[in-house]
């Protein structure tokens, strides 16, 4: 049976005495965590009940001090309100247990230093608007500033119905809302300089792209682990959180709905609660695969030993470095080093004092050390056989069945992988080696940075921004934005214009689509006849005008170099531009026939379209060459060529024959199907 948690304040005390009775109810009455180790209400730091952290009291200056920095007084929230922050979370917790203890600290911490500003010791029974005003002004800076803020008001509330803060300040509103809301500000409906300041930095991606393209015997796990999983991130829009949830075989296969191969990744997704297959580009599959089998491999020793830690066993585990004699043999100090994964026995000398006290490393024996692994292990792994908390709705994977299983210092530049400890993996294992981050008290300022170790500019990149470029482009081929949420495994649409950044033009270019699809034109710049031999020779028509694109199947165009099939075109001769020009197209119509033989070779049949078609433009601009270059012809001598179609006189007997019902054949279709010998003796029959 649930105990009903309240504290009922008194309306005939003062705030102080609702305040001081309030914070006794809280720390004597109330149970939450106390059950929980290293919980205790004096302490400057209380366990994060949702994750495998503390969150400590320290005030807003502060609240980035590392975690292996002991907070002086100073860097703490000032006492008198410390026990204000602690009742405030232990009943709030008790009452509506929620996952946003940071955040609420966060908040606390703002409100505190408006109070400070202020008074020298901060009374919250004596806060008004303009302290809360001054909160939100701390946080401006801040990308949860509107959540923090929201918090602030929950504060407010809370305090308020215990009567402990004046009444009028439960009028306050937080300023982040309407136009400075982050839907206005970040979100979806943000400016266009925003959303793409969002953009991930593409040269980012060609400088892992180079890295993972480098054999692998010039990659350490780490940048294995950065450059696969980005190739995964690029795969399909993914969270980073979710990474947790991949097992060795997430990457799948399966027939599409045509029958065709179809890779996807398959995981449970935290967020929405729910399984997903996820659909992998054709572009990016073997990407993909390449990705995932590096993964498998640097962590298969990580599951091996997760697998033989969950067994409970009493033996030092033997790895392939592990000193091959009895357990209860007594070892030397090379031999504690080796069995315990060190380089060399000077480095094991603060792992062995943090258990025994002493650097001693002699009188051990495999099985005393084991003893020691079992401790640490239990230490550095608290939820094992998970690597994150289990929940009661659904458990984690155990770390043996996870792809993202790795040992300690397994990713570290300096320090040997441990053989026998496991790590759980961290999501900042990879952000912080993109983050370009500075440390201005190192000598090396970016320790971490995988574009400076590899000689790169540190172009930051996030995980998150990794998505929202897969969003955008899924969204600039066509893909439906119903199917992009889907893809993206978000609880509803609304949520997707915020990654798609589409920008006031492309905007505009849609709507007159919409009103008028005639209206949109787009200038192209010429083609260059740099550009155009890139292309090579192939299905597709080239003159001094540009390209013309098509596939073999198609066949040529029934329009293609008919000028010199014309027979109103006259030349000069001794004009050197035109015979240039016919040279031209004499060598582009030869390198397509000879694309085209290829093909049929190649059993491309189609392409024997395109081998009738240019055979007999060849042969016709060859001859037109040969006399531009006889030297008996004068220059200044107009040339006028006998052709197959366009006359004024054709014109004129299609024009009659159509008034009188008669259809004539046309005699350039007839040559393409029929082939240029039946032209020969149409016109046989002519003379006669």
């Known amino acids: 049976m649930l105990k009903l948690i309240s504290f009922n304040p008194n309306p005939q005390r003062s705030p102080s005495t609702n305040l001081r009775e309030f914070i006794a109810f809280c720390r004597d009455k109330l149970t939450l965590w106390s059950n929980v180790d290293g919980f205790a209400w004096e302490d400057n730091a209380w366990p994060d009940s949702h994750r495998n952290a503390k969150v400590r009291f320290t005030n807003l200056e502060n609240s980035k001090l590392h975690k292996t920095v002991l907070p002086t007084n100073e860097q703490l929230v000032h006492p008198a309100f410390r026990d204000v922050a602690k009742a405030y979370l232990r009943y709030r917790h008790s009452t509506r247990p929620h996952h946003n203890m940071p955040r609420e600290l966060q908040a606390l911490r703002a409100l505190e230093r408006a109070l400070v500003e202020e008074m020298d010791v901060p009374d919250i029974t004596k806060i008004r608007q303009r302290h809360f005003d001054r909160a939100c002004q701390l946080v401006e800076t801040y990308s949860a500033r509107q959540n923090i803020a929201i918090t602030l008001q929950q504060i407010l509330a809370l305090l308020s119905e215990k009567l402990i803060t004046p009444a009028e300040v439960v009028r306050w509103n937080h300023p982040y809302d309407g136009k400075n809301s982050y839907d206005k500000k970040r979100g979806s409906r943000a400016p266009d300089e925003v959303k793409a300041a969002k953009v991930a930095n593409q040269d980012s991606f060609f400088s892992i792209a180079d890295v993972f393209a480098k054999p692998l015997s010039q990659l350490d796990d780490s940048d294995i682990l950065v450059t696969s999983m980005t190739a995964l991130f690029l795969s399909a829009p993914m969270r980073i959180g979710e990474s947790l949830r991949w097992r060795t075989d997430f990457l799948r296969s399966d027939l599409d709905s045509e029958g065709n191969p179809q890779s996807y990744l398959a995981y449970y997704v935290p967020k929405t609660r729910s399984y997903t297959r996820k659909a992998v580009p054709t572009t990016m599959r073997d990407v993909a695969e390449i990705a995932a089998e590096r993964l498998i491999e640097i962590t298969n020793e990580g599951r091996k030993l997760a697998l033989y830690m969950e067994t409970e066993p009493l033996r030092f585990y033997r790895h392939s470095n592990c000193p091959d004699v009895s357990d209860d043999q007594v070892l030397t100090r090379d031999q504690v080093a080796q069995a315990l994964g060190f380089a060399h026995r000077k480095a094991c000398e603060d792992f062995i004092r943090s258990h025994t006290g002493s650097y001693s490393q002699t009188g051990f024996t495999l099985n005393s050390l084991w003893q020691i692994v079992l401790a640490e292990h239990r230490k550095q792994n608290p939820f094992f056989p998970y690597q994150e908390k289990p929940s009661a709705e659904i458990k984690p994977l155990k770390m043996s069945e996870s792809l993202m299983c790795f040992r300690r210092l397994q990713l570290g530049a300096r320090a040997s992988t441990s053989p026998v400890l496991l790590a759980s993996f961290n999501p900042d294992f990879y952000r912080k080696r993109l983050d370009g981050a500075i440390k201005l008290d190192r000598k090396n300022q970016r320790p971490l940075c995988f574009f400076t170790k590899h000689g790169y500019d540190p172009n930051p990149l996030n995980s998150h921004a990794l998505r929202h470029f897969v969003n955008r482009l899924a969204k600039q081929h066509g893909v439906p934005i119903e199917q992009i949420t889907e893809w993206s495994t978000r609880a509803t649409v609304r949520q997707t214009p915020t990654y798609l950044h589409e920008t006031a033009e492309q905007r505009r270019i849609k709507a007159v689509v919409i009103a008028d699809p005639e209206k949109v034109q787009r200038t192209l ?164």
């Open 525 to 688: 710049d010429p083609v260059t006849e740099a550009e155009a031999a890139a292309y090579g020779h192939g299905p597709f028509h080239r003159s001094r005008y540009g390209i013309c694109r098509r596939s073999w199947r198609l066949g040529p165009c029934n329009k293609f170099a008919d000028c010199t099939n014309c027979s109103e075109l006259v030349a000069c001769k001794g004009d050197k531009i035109a015979l240039a020009a016919v040279k031209t197209d004499r060598d582009n119509m030869t390198g397509t026939y000879e694309a085209a033989m290829r093909a049929v070779e190649a059993g491309e049949r189609s392409a024997s379209l395109w081998m009738d078609k240019a055979r007999p433009q060849i042969s016709r601009l060859m001859d037109f060459v040969t006399m531009l270059e006889n030297p008996n012809i004068p220059d200044g001598t107009p040339i006028q060529l006998l052709g197959t179609d366009f006359s004024h006189e054709k014109i004129m007997v299609e024009e009659k024959a159509k008034e009188n019902g008669v259809e004539l054949l046309d005699r350039a279709k007839l040559g393409s199907e029929y082939g240029e010998e039946l032209l020969d003796m149409l016109d046989l029959l002519l003379v006669d």
